[in-house]
């Protein structure tokens, strides 16, 4: 996945685990090389892969609908960056980011904070929004939301840092951009996406 002497992260508070364009065609991840961490974007039909400029300490990037721009967290903001060349662009602030996900509308849900709600903002840029209250005295953050396709509903993970891997202490919800819908569709430990009708998600090691 990426070239010599340079080191993929993938996970971790400060990681960019691999993420596939809607198109299929892409996948973009965050390496280091030398000590400079970056995103890099690789075409999935050969091993090539390029370094994306202006994205030093990148960190969890996430896919525009039309998979044309790459989304990410650094220098305590939320970005957004055209594949094809240019310079990043920063969106709205986000501290410490813990992921984020772009919906078909054009509006992007992302947790700014370790132990943040989730908020959301335009992609072309603006003042984030609240789309749910951190309320609930069982969770202390709210994190990695999947939009589904009709950009108006999305998945998300809900946990206690006090009992990270604990599944009975932790959920994935299904919500809504309104904030008329807001349910725990199960026990989990781990995040969950979306992919061709199906729920994807970790269940102890498999």
């Known amino acids: 996945l990426v070239a010599e002497k340079t080191m993929w992260t993938p996970s971790g508070d400060i990681s960019g685990p691999p993420a596939i364009s809607p198109d299929g ?27 994306l400029l202006g ?15 790459v989304a ?12 094809s060349g240019g310079i990043p662009v ?3 602030d986000a501290s410490n980011g813990r992921g984020g996900s772009w919906g078909s509308t054009g509006m992007i849900v992302f947790a ?20 749910l209250k951190l309320d609930s005295p069982k969770y202390s953050t709210y994190r990695w939301p999947w939009f589904l ?13 006090l009992t990270p891997n604990n599944p ?6 299904f919500a809504s951009l309104e904030g008329k819908e807001n349910r725990l569709l199960f026990p989990s430990a781990s995040n969950a996406i979306y992919a061709s009708g199906y729920l994807l998600f970790l269940v102890g090691n498999a």
């Open 149 to 161: 396709p009709d950009g108006k509903h999305f998945l998300y993970f809900a946990a206690n840092h």
């Open 55 to 69: 994205t030093d300490d990148g960190r969890f990037p996430f896919w525009s609908p039309d998979s044309r721009s």
């Open 90 to 92: 920063a969106i709205c």
């Open 112 to 131: 700014p904070s370790f132990n943040s709600t989730l908020l959301q903002v335009p992609a072309g840029g603006g003042t984030p929004t609240e789309v």
């Open 168 to 173: 009975n202490t932790g959920g994935i919800f």
């Open 72 to 83: 990410f967290f650094a220098d305590g903001k939320l970005k957004r960056l055209d594949i």
């Open 25 to 51: 065609v892409h996948i973009v991840f965050s390496a280091t090389n030398e000590g400079k961490a970056q995103l890099y974007v690789r075409t999935l039909s050969d091993l090539s892969i390029r370094p």
